[in-house]
């Protein structure tokens, strides 16, 4: 496609269930970088996937969150046992190496 | 010290001025920064690229300073349209590969 693609637009979930998000990146970008933006707040890292080497998942803020990348290409956030604290936007980025990367318009999660 | 920091603001500023923002960082061994925009509820978009001493584009001039690790990012003739937060970012790490750090972002105000 033409952008970073992200799917749902919004999510509203109960605390506790478990949530997945999906980041369709463009094509034939090797980064793909997961964020998160509390409202007023700046972006928190949360994990980067480059091309085939292990992801960086040192911005995952618990042992709920994990996040995978198949065929370097779509990447999966999944949340377990949601908390209110949780909610947040989830902004996905590709990009070629070393270049700045595009956002897609992110995932809006709120926990009730 | 915070990996990138930036002044949050907000900068109020009247139409036609010029008004320039700072960012500064930790790691020496960065190559290339960037100066991405981000408009209320909407996800960041890249604004410039610097690689190497600075970059202009238009009403827009990014400058580079590696011995003092700082970065700024000049706007000349403000337009009410320049009004969003920019948020300064550094990759982390040396290499080709590595996870973009963003900074809190500076929020200008362009007022008529």
């Known amino acids: 496609g033409a952008g970073v693609s992200q799917s749902p637009s919004n999510k509203v979930t109960e605390k506790g269930k478990d949530v997945e998000l999906r980041c369709d990146p463009i094509?034939?970008?090797?980064?793909l970088y997961w964020y998160r933006q509390s409202l007023g707040q700046g972006l928190e890292f949360l994990i980067y996937?480059?091309?085939?080497?292990?992801?960086?998942k040192s911005g995952l803020p618990s042992d709920r969150f994990s996040a995978e990348r198949t065929g370097g290409s779509v990447s999966t956030l999944t949340i377990q046992r949601t908390q209110q604290e949780d909610s947040a936007v989830y902004l996905c980025a590709s990009s070629p190496a070393r270049v700045g990367g595009t956002f897609g318009s992110g995932t809006r999660l709120t926990i009730v | 010290r915070k990996e990138v920091e930036q002044d949050p603001g907000p900068f109020n500023v009247p139409e036609g001025a010029t008004v320039a923002f700072n960012c500064t960082y930790s790691?020496?061994?960065?190559?290339?920064f960037f100066w991405y925009r981000q408009d209320c509820r909407k996800e960041p978009k890249l604004l410039m690229s610097?690689?190497?001493s600075g970059n202009e584009d238009g009403r827009f001039t990014a400058q580079l300073n590696r011995a003092s690790q700082y970065i700024s990012l000049l706007i000349r003739d403000s337009k009410l349209s320049d009004s969003a937060t920019y948020l300064c970012v550094v990759p982390h790490g040396s290499s080709n590969t590595g996870k973009l750090i963003f900074g809190q972002g500076t929020t200008l105000q362009v007022k008529p």
């Open positions: 094509s034939g970008h090797t980064a």
């Open positions: 996937f480059q091309g085939n080497s292990a992801p960086d």
């Open positions: 610097v690689y190497s």
């Open positions: 790691n020496s061994a960065s190559q290339s």
